[in-house]
C-alpha cells in the first residue's frame, strides 16, 4: 500500500470531495487565527485592559500576511492555494496530513507539479544564488 499510485480520476474525485473543501477551510481558518492571536499578543496591556477580543477583531484591520512556502511572495485570496508538498503521486496516504499541506502561490503550485519538495528547494536556492550574484 505504501507505493500505490492514485489514478487521474481518484485525484480529481479527491479534489472536488467534501472532505477536501472542509480541509481546506479549516486549515485557511486556522492560519487566520494564529495571526488574530499574534497580533492580540502584540497589542499592549494597556489596550488590552480596555477592549475586548470581540471589540479588538472588529476595529482592529486585520491584514493577512501568509507567504508562499517556496518563493515567499505575499499570499492574496486571488492567489493562494494549499499545496501538497509531497504530491498526491508520491504520498496519497498523506493527501490530508496537516504536515504535508503548505500555503502557495498559484505560480509556485503549478511549477511543482509532481515533483519532490528536496528538488523544489534545492532547485529555488539555485535559482536565488544565481539572481543575487547576477545583481
Known sequence: ????????????????STEWKNFRKSYW?????????????????YHRHY???SE?????????TVKCT???CQLTKENAVLDHMYPLSM???????????VPACDKCNKMKGGTHPIIIFYLLNRMKD???NER
Open 130 to 132: 544565481i539572481i543575487l
Open 91 to 101: 504520498k496519497w496516504k498523506w493527501r490530508l496530513h496537516p504536515k504535508n499541506i
Open 56 to 64: 479588538y477583531k472588529i476595529w482592529h484591520p486585520f491584514e493577512f
Open 51 to 53: 477592549f475586548s477580543w
Open 70 to 72: 517556496y518563493c515567499k
Open 29 to 45: 481558518k486556522k492560519l487566520q487565527e494564529e495571526q488574530w492571536e499574534k497580533y492580540w499578543q502584540e497589542w499592549d496591556d
Open 1 to 16: 500500500m505504501s507505493n500505490y499510485k492514485p489514478s487521474v480520476q481518484e485525484k480529481e474525485l479527491f479534489y472536488d
